[in-house]
């Protein structure tokens, strides 16, 4: 199971298995989300996933968020953190 210092990537397997990704219920915290080009994730509506610094090649179409995504930019620089929820 990945955690909050985990790069995570989401593969393509649009002509292997056909089987997206999904968070199905609970809270995951990573530290990276990368997208191959078409790969897909799903966060349903029980699950919470929380991204502390980028989300890498991802899109509307192969992001579905039925339930909440925060992601948690820091820039170490100016010592802000910002924070964007989508739902």
């Known amino acids: 199971m990945p955690d909050e210092f985990s790069i995570v990537t989401i593969p393509d397997v649009?002509?292997?298995t056909f089987a997206s990704t999904v968070i199905a219920t609970g809270t995951v915290e990573i530290n990276a989300l990368c997208m191959d080009?078409?790969?897909n994730l799903i966060v349903q509506e029980e699950a919470n996933l929380v991204v502390y610094e980028v989300i890498i090649e991802a899109n509307r179409k192969s992001l579905m968020v039925?339930?909440?995504l925060t992601i948690v930019e820091v820039e170490e620089k100016r010592n802000q953190k910002g924070t964007v929820t989508l739902s």
Do not use: D, I, V, Y
Request: no cysteine; hydrophobic share 20%; proline share 0%.
């Open 14 to 16: 649009s002509t292997t």
């Open 37 to 39: 080009t078409r790969a």
């Open 66 to 68: 039925h339930g909440l």
